[in-house]
């Protein structure tokens, strides 16, 4: 199988492409998405996988997260349904905005229901670095 590197290109519209092939799976160890089409192999995040990953550097307490690149991310809306309602431009960062806001409720809940995992990080350390994330990528969306 080859690599196809997706560098500067929409993963959706290649995927919708009707001339390929791609089959799409998904890999339950890494929880992320990949495609398969004949020899070639294409890996990357979409919105479930982010949520994913986000939601388990909260969980663990990891003092942030970061993206390595944005470049892919769907700035034009273009792979969006087509109607106004449900037209969305940054799906990726977008996603990560709503899976903080969303995993830092879930950890707020189990604090004040006595379910904190103990960490070696702190919660007050890793949740005020999520939080500067947090700003940093609304500032952006």
Known sequence: MSFIPCRNCYICLELKNTSANWRVHWDSETQTPFAVDEDKVMTYDNEQSVAEKVHFAIKEGL???????????????????????SFVNYPLL?????SIDKSLRELEN???HGREKQSNTGSVNSLSCVGLLMVLVKWFV
């Open 110 to 112: 189990s604090i004040i």
């Open 94 to 98: 977008r996603c990560i905005n709503k």
């Open 63 to 85: 003092a942030g997260i970061m993206v390595w690149s944005v470049d892919t991310d769907d700035f034009h809306g273009d792979c969006s349904l087509g109607d106004e309602e």
